[in-house]
């Protein structure tokens, strides 16, 4: 009799855990390309409602390409991040205004000071949702600011993570990837695109 009522209480403990145990936040995924993949991680690591960001290669025709095969330009893959977030927190509209306040905009297969398709500008949509907002935002901003955006809005596909080197670049290697940042120029250029942050 003891151990049938041990065995009920233990039941029901369990049962209770459960059912005040916290709900997992929902994740969505939005994907970008916006040039050398190191400079975009560390905009979106900023905002509250990002569970992650990975660095990695999108929209080309090789599976499990390598850094080197994608820098040679030859796989059709752009350098892209790839966010993991909650929409309670923080969204796609939000990120889409942070993606393009990190990005040149007005000049195609090339940002700053890499050069090639695999460097180009894009925003990778998962649904239908995301492809209107997508779409309303790039219309406003040539509107707004009379430019012509070379920036393609497409369907995402496969999305292959960068090497473990790659990842979180900026954080491991801080003052490799200051020197990059300024002598490429991309600061300086977002500043007259922009303005100041």
């Known amino acids: 009799m003891r151990r049938l009522i041990q065995l009920t209480l233990i039941v029901l403990l369990a049962a209770t855990a459960s059912a005040q145990a916290p709900r997992p936040a929902s994740v969505a995924v939005a994907t970008f390309a916006g040039g050398c993949f190191w400079c975009m991680e560390p905009p979106f690591d900023k905002l509250p409602g990002v569970i992650s960001t990975t660095s990695g290669y999108t929209g080309g025709r090789v599976a499990n390409p390598t850094y080197e095969q994608v820098s040679d330009g030859g796989t059709g893959h752009a350098e892209s991040v790839e966010i993991r977030y909650d929409p309670n927190k923080v969204s796609f509209a939000t990120l889409l205004d942070v993606f393009w306040h990190n990005v040149d905009p007005t000049v195609k297969n090339r940002q700053f000071c890499d050069s090639g398709s695999q460097y180009r500008t894009a925003i990778f949509v998962h649904d239908e949702t995301q492809r209107k907002l997508a779409l309303e935002s790039k219309a406003r901003i040539e509107k707004e600011k009379g430019w012509k955006v070379q920036t393609e809005i497409v369907q995402a596909g496969a999305f292959y ?36 942050k």
């Open 161 to 196: 993570a960068a090497e473990e080197y790659h990842q979180d670049y900026y954080l491991k290697n801080p003052i490799r990837y200051k020197y990059y940042r300024g002598g490429c120029g991309r600061d300086a250029r977002l500043g007259e695109l922009w303005g100041p």
